[in-house]
T-cell receptor, first 113, second 113 residues
Framework: AQKVTQAQTEISVVEKEDVTLDCVYE???????LFWYKQPPSGELVFLIRRNSFDEQNEISGRYSWNFQKSTSSFNFTITASQVVDSAVYFCALKDYGQNFVFGPGTRLSVLP | DVKVTQSSRYLVKRTGEKVFLECVQD?????MFWYRQDPGLGLRLIYF???????EKGDIPEGYSVSREKKERFSLILESASTNQTSMYLC????????????FGDGTRLSIL
Protein backbone atom coordinates (compact mmCIF):
# COMPACT_ATOMS: atom_id res chain seq x y z
CA ALA A 1 0.00 0.00 0.00
CA GLN A 2 1.10 3.54 -0.57
CA LYS A 3 2.24 5.59 2.36
CA VAL A 4 4.08 8.84 2.96
CA THR A 5 5.72 9.55 6.28
CA GLN A 6 6.92 12.92 7.48
CA ALA A 7 8.31 12.16 10.90
CA GLN A 8 8.92 15.77 11.87
CA THR A 9 5.67 17.28 13.04
CA GLU A 10 7.10 20.71 13.82
CA ILE A 11 10.49 22.33 13.34
CA SER A 12 11.67 25.71 14.59
CA VAL A 13 14.81 27.39 13.33
CA VAL A 14 16.30 30.83 13.53
CA GLU A 15 16.54 32.87 10.37
CA LYS A 16 19.53 32.03 8.14
CA GLU A 17 19.84 28.50 9.48
CA ASP A 18 19.62 25.59 7.05
CA VAL A 19 16.80 23.13 7.60
CA THR A 20 15.96 19.73 6.11
CA LEU A 21 12.45 18.31 5.97
CA ASP A 22 12.31 14.55 5.76
CA CYS A 23 9.98 12.47 3.59
CA VAL A 24 9.89 8.68 3.43
CA TYR A 25 7.52 6.87 1.09
CA GLU A 26 6.26 3.37 0.39
CA UNK A 27 5.00 2.02 -2.91
CA UNK A 28 5.12 -1.24 -4.83
CA UNK A 29 5.17 0.46 -8.22
CA UNK A 30 8.38 1.07 -10.11
CA UNK A 31 6.91 4.13 -11.82
CA UNK A 32 5.81 6.89 -9.52
CA UNK A 33 6.17 10.58 -8.88
CA LEU A 34 6.96 12.49 -5.71
CA PHE A 35 5.88 16.03 -4.95
CA TRP A 36 6.45 18.76 -2.40
CA TYR A 37 3.87 21.40 -1.59
CA LYS A 38 4.05 24.47 0.64
CA GLN A 39 1.03 25.70 2.60
CA PRO A 40 1.58 29.21 3.96
CA PRO A 41 -0.75 30.66 6.62
CA SER A 42 -3.05 31.89 3.85
CA GLY A 43 -4.09 28.28 3.29
CA GLU A 44 -3.44 27.56 -0.38
CA LEU A 45 -1.14 24.62 -1.13
CA VAL A 46 1.53 25.74 -3.54
CA PHE A 47 3.21 23.18 -5.78
CA LEU A 48 7.02 23.26 -5.42
CA ILE A 49 8.48 20.30 -7.27
CA ARG A 50 7.73 17.00 -8.99
CA ARG A 51 10.26 14.21 -9.35
CA ASN A 52 9.81 10.91 -11.19
CA SER A 53 11.11 7.59 -9.95
CA PHE A 54 13.65 7.25 -12.74
CA ASP A 55 15.42 10.51 -12.06
CA GLU A 56 17.56 10.46 -8.94
CA GLN A 57 19.43 13.62 -9.70
CA ASN A 58 19.29 16.16 -6.94
CA GLU A 59 17.58 19.39 -7.81
CA ILE A 60 18.35 22.92 -6.71
CA SER A 61 16.13 25.94 -7.13
CA GLY A 62 17.50 29.01 -5.43
CA ARG A 63 17.58 28.33 -1.69
CA TYR A 64 15.61 25.10 -2.13
CA SER A 65 17.13 21.73 -2.87
CA TRP A 66 15.76 18.21 -3.00
CA ASN A 67 17.54 14.92 -2.40
CA PHE A 68 15.89 11.83 -3.86
CA GLN A 69 17.30 8.44 -2.81
CA LYS A 70 15.48 5.35 -4.01
CA SER A 71 17.69 3.11 -1.88
CA THR A 72 16.19 4.61 1.28
CA SER A 73 12.81 5.59 -0.25
CA SER A 74 13.37 9.16 0.76
CA PHE A 75 12.77 12.52 -0.87
CA ASN A 76 14.12 15.15 1.48
CA PHE A 77 13.78 18.90 1.11
CA THR A 78 16.42 21.37 2.29
CA ILE A 79 16.02 25.11 2.68
CA THR A 80 19.31 26.96 2.83
CA ALA A 81 19.60 30.24 4.73
CA SER A 82 15.98 30.09 5.85
CA GLN A 83 13.82 33.20 5.93
CA VAL A 84 10.72 34.14 7.88
CA VAL A 85 8.68 33.83 4.66
CA ASP A 86 9.56 30.14 4.58
CA SER A 87 7.33 29.58 7.61
CA ALA A 88 4.60 27.22 6.44
CA VAL A 89 3.39 23.65 6.51
CA TYR A 90 5.18 21.50 3.97
CA PHE A 91 3.63 18.38 2.49
CA CYS A 92 5.30 15.55 0.66
CA ALA A 93 3.08 13.51 -1.68
CA LEU A 94 3.29 10.34 -3.77
CA LYS A 95 1.45 9.41 -6.95
CA ASP A 96 1.72 6.07 -8.72
CA TYR A 97 -0.32 4.36 -11.43
CA GLY A 98 -3.92 3.63 -10.62
CA GLN A 99 -3.90 5.39 -7.29
CA ASN A 100 -4.73 8.87 -6.16
CA PHE A 101 -2.29 11.21 -4.54
CA VAL A 102 -1.20 10.22 -1.08
CA PHE A 103 -0.09 13.07 1.14
CA GLY A 104 2.08 12.92 4.21
CA PRO A 105 0.82 14.51 7.44
CA GLY A 106 2.91 17.62 6.87
CA THR A 107 5.75 19.35 8.72
CA ARG A 108 5.14 22.77 10.23
CA LEU A 109 8.23 24.94 9.83
CA SER A 110 8.61 28.08 11.90
CA VAL A 111 11.45 30.41 11.03
CA LEU A 112 12.09 32.87 13.81
CA PRO A 113 13.63 36.30 13.16
CA ASP B 1 -1.31 30.48 -13.99
CA VAL B 2 -3.95 28.05 -12.85
CA LYS B 3 -6.61 29.57 -10.71
CA VAL B 4 -8.75 27.43 -8.45
CA THR B 5 -11.39 29.46 -6.65
CA GLN B 6 -13.38 28.29 -3.68
CA SER B 7 -16.54 30.24 -3.00
CA SER B 8 -15.96 30.92 0.70
CA ARG B 9 -12.88 31.23 2.93
CA TYR B 10 -14.90 30.84 6.13
CA LEU B 11 -18.31 29.31 6.64
CA VAL B 12 -20.36 28.67 9.77
CA LYS B 13 -23.36 26.36 9.61
CA ARG B 14 -25.57 24.51 12.01
CA THR B 15 -25.96 20.79 12.62
CA GLY B 16 -28.40 19.22 10.20
CA GLU B 17 -28.10 21.91 7.53
CA LYS B 18 -27.36 21.04 3.92
CA VAL B 19 -24.08 22.73 3.02
CA PHE B 20 -22.69 23.47 -0.43
CA LEU B 21 -19.01 24.18 -1.08
CA GLU B 22 -18.26 25.42 -4.57
CA CYS B 23 -15.04 25.19 -6.53
CA VAL B 24 -14.24 26.63 -9.94
CA GLN B 25 -11.07 26.26 -12.01
CA ASP B 26 -10.17 28.28 -15.06
CA UNK B 27 -7.64 26.08 -16.85
CA UNK B 28 -9.86 23.51 -18.52
CA UNK B 29 -8.53 20.75 -16.26
CA UNK B 30 -10.19 17.36 -16.58
CA UNK B 31 -9.60 16.28 -12.99
CA MET B 32 -11.01 17.84 -9.85
CA PHE B 33 -10.71 16.78 -6.23
CA TRP B 34 -12.10 17.56 -2.80
CA TYR B 35 -9.98 17.01 0.33
CA ARG B 36 -10.41 17.73 3.96
CA GLN B 37 -7.44 18.72 6.08
CA ASP B 38 -7.27 18.04 9.79
CA PRO B 39 -4.31 18.54 12.16
CA GLY B 40 -2.01 15.54 12.23
CA LEU B 41 -3.94 13.74 9.49
CA GLY B 42 -2.73 15.60 6.43
CA LEU B 43 -5.04 15.72 3.43
CA ARG B 44 -7.68 13.06 3.01
CA LEU B 45 -9.49 12.60 -0.28
CA ILE B 46 -13.27 12.82 -0.12
CA TYR B 47 -14.34 12.62 -3.77
CA PHE B 48 -12.82 13.18 -7.17
CA UNK B 49 -13.95 13.53 -10.74
CA UNK B 50 -12.15 12.81 -14.00
CA UNK B 51 -14.84 14.19 -16.28
CA UNK B 52 -18.13 16.03 -16.37
CA UNK B 53 -20.95 14.16 -14.60
CA UNK B 54 -18.45 11.60 -13.41
CA UNK B 55 -17.52 11.07 -9.76
CA GLU B 56 -15.55 8.59 -7.73
CA LYS B 57 -15.37 8.04 -4.00
CA GLY B 58 -12.15 8.82 -2.25
CA ASP B 59 -11.00 7.59 1.13
CA ILE B 60 -13.64 9.27 3.31
CA PRO B 61 -16.85 9.83 1.27
CA GLU B 62 -19.35 9.13 4.06
CA GLY B 63 -21.62 12.08 4.74
CA TYR B 64 -20.65 13.85 1.51
CA SER B 65 -21.76 13.96 -2.08
CA VAL B 66 -20.51 15.87 -5.12
CA SER B 67 -21.77 17.32 -8.35
CA ARG B 68 -19.95 18.10 -11.56
CA GLU B 69 -22.39 19.45 -14.13
CA LYS B 70 -19.76 21.56 -15.91
CA LYS B 71 -16.09 20.90 -16.49
CA GLU B 72 -14.93 23.95 -14.56
CA ARG B 73 -17.11 23.49 -11.48
CA PHE B 74 -17.01 20.82 -8.78
CA SER B 75 -19.35 21.10 -5.81
CA LEU B 76 -19.09 19.34 -2.47
CA ILE B 77 -22.34 18.77 -0.59
CA LEU B 78 -22.75 17.94 3.07
CA GLU B 79 -26.19 16.38 3.07
CA SER B 80 -26.83 16.88 6.79
CA ALA B 81 -23.93 18.65 8.45
CA SER B 82 -22.53 17.26 11.67
CA THR B 83 -19.98 18.66 14.10
CA ASN B 84 -17.35 16.09 13.06
CA GLN B 85 -17.36 17.68 9.62
CA THR B 86 -15.83 20.85 11.02
CA SER B 87 -12.61 21.07 9.04
CA MET B 88 -10.61 22.81 6.34
CA TYR B 89 -11.81 21.79 2.89
CA LEU B 90 -9.50 22.04 -0.09
CA CYS B 91 -10.38 21.80 -3.74
CA UNK B 92 -7.80 20.89 -6.38
CA UNK B 93 -7.63 20.39 -10.12
CA UNK B 94 -5.14 18.84 -12.52
CA UNK B 95 -4.66 18.01 -16.18
CA UNK B 96 -5.80 14.62 -17.41
CA UNK B 97 -2.38 12.98 -17.40
CA UNK B 98 -1.81 10.68 -14.45
CA UNK B 99 1.23 12.39 -12.97
CA UNK B 100 0.42 16.04 -13.33
CA UNK B 101 0.60 18.08 -10.13
CA UNK B 102 -2.60 19.18 -8.48
CA UNK B 103 -3.35 22.87 -8.12
CA PHE B 104 -5.22 23.96 -5.03
CA GLY B 105 -7.65 26.65 -4.02
CA ASP B 106 -7.29 28.74 -0.86
CA GLY B 107 -9.47 26.41 1.18
CA THR B 108 -12.74 26.82 3.05
CA ARG B 109 -12.65 26.66 6.81
CA LEU B 110 -16.03 25.20 7.73
CA SER B 111 -17.40 25.22 11.26
CA ILE B 112 -20.49 23.22 12.13
CA LEU B 113 -22.16 24.35 15.36
Amino acid sequence: AQKVTQAQTEISVVEKEDVTLDCVYETRDTTYYLFWYKQPPSGELVFLIRRNSFDEQNEISGRYSWNFQKSTSSFNFTITASQVVDSAVYFCALKDYGQNFVFGPGTRLSVLP
Amino acid sequence: DVKVTQSSRYLVKRTGEKVFLECVQDMDHENMFWYRQDPGLGLRLIYFSYDVKMKEKGDIPEGYSVSREKKERFSLILESASTNQTSMYLCASSLGSTFEPQHFGDGTRLSIL
